[in-house]
């Protein structure tokens, strides 16, 4: 009953990664552990899963060509090295406690993510104009533009907007999400795709898309850690990433032909509710 409930675990995690541009061991930590899989094992063992689903996940996004290849390389580049020093760490860091701070963080990266939508719905509402005023517009005469830019229309529009990432900016962010990926035994994702639309203002699908890139590489130190250490289960592993790979190939599919901020709406709701209830269970 405990490996069924792993694959069930390994599906719906699968799906999100997919769908949202995340390793999803943020999310399978706390659901294990729920299920009965002992802390620490909890914690490490959907690392090296993550490597094949997001993978397969990356794959989808990559041949719409929405990846930011330089923003890939930045963060691999300073973030592998810091995963490796988050993973050591877990030597003087309980498995409960790390528990206890992924459940937090869900629900932190869940408020951010209702806000955030929040506030581009709203900012996105177009004034509908009266009718009045449509029949006046269509009497003036049309003006000739002259610049060869002009503003986007809508807030969604200004998400398509390439913003080309300040150096020292992608260098925090890497190394930010490298210690924290090692510390918590997860790919980063969770934290990777907010932190390339916030602080390096990338558009939104981009932004999934070279989270998944990132996350698969940022998982392979990690593993190799808590391997030594003796943290993995690997049948775990093996159920996880059974079900966890096709689910976030459909995913990313279900994700390129889906209005990404209802999207980040949806997931951040899900963090929310599950974040509270592992906090409020254990």
């Not at 907010?194 to 070279?210: D, N």
Request: proline share 6%; aromatic share 6%; net charge positive.
């Amino acid at each position: 009953m405990t490996l069924l409930g792993v694959a069930l675990i390994g599906l719906l995690v699968g799906f999100l990664s997919g769908l949202l541009g995340k390793g999803g061991s943020s999310i399978a930590t706390p659901m294990l552990h729920a299920i009965g899989i002992p802390a620490i094992i909890a914690v490490a063992s959907p690392l090296p899963a993550t490597v094949p689903s997001t993978l397969a996940a990356g794959y989808v996004y990559a041949k719409e060509r929405v990846v930011d290849w330089r923003i890939v390389r930045w963060s691999i580049g300073f973030g592998a090295p810091a995963t490796v020093v988050g993973a050591l760490a877990t030597r003087w860091t309980s498995g409960d406690a790390l528990v206890k701070i992924t459940d937090v963080i869900l629900v932190v990266i869940g408020i951010r993510l209702l806000v955030a939508t929040r506030r581009t719905a709203a900012h996105d509402q177009p004034t509908k104009p009266s009718v009045v005023a449509e029949h006046a517009s269509a009497m003036l005469p049309t003006p000739t533009l002259t610049s060869t830019a002009t503003a986007p229309a809508t807030a969604a529009a200004a998400a398509d907007v390439i913003v080309e990432p300040n150096a020292l900016a992608l260098v925090a962010v890497a190394c930010t999400v490298g210690l924290m990926s090692g510390l918590l035994a997860n790919s980063g994702g969770f934290l990777l795709a907010p932190l390339f639309i916030t602080v390096l203002r990338q558009p939104i699908k981009p932004a999934l898309a070279s989270s998944l890139a990132v996350a698969s590489v940022l998982a392979l130190p990690g593993t190799v850690v808590h391997a030594t250490l003796g943290h993995i289960d690997w049948t775990v592993v093996g159920v996880l990433a059974s079900t966890s790979v096709p689910f976030s190939f459909l995913g990313a599919r279900v994700a390129l032909r889906t209005d990404p901020f209802r999207l980040e709406r949806l997931y951040g709701i899900a963090l929310v509710v599950l974040g509270t209830g592992f906090l409020v269970l254990r």
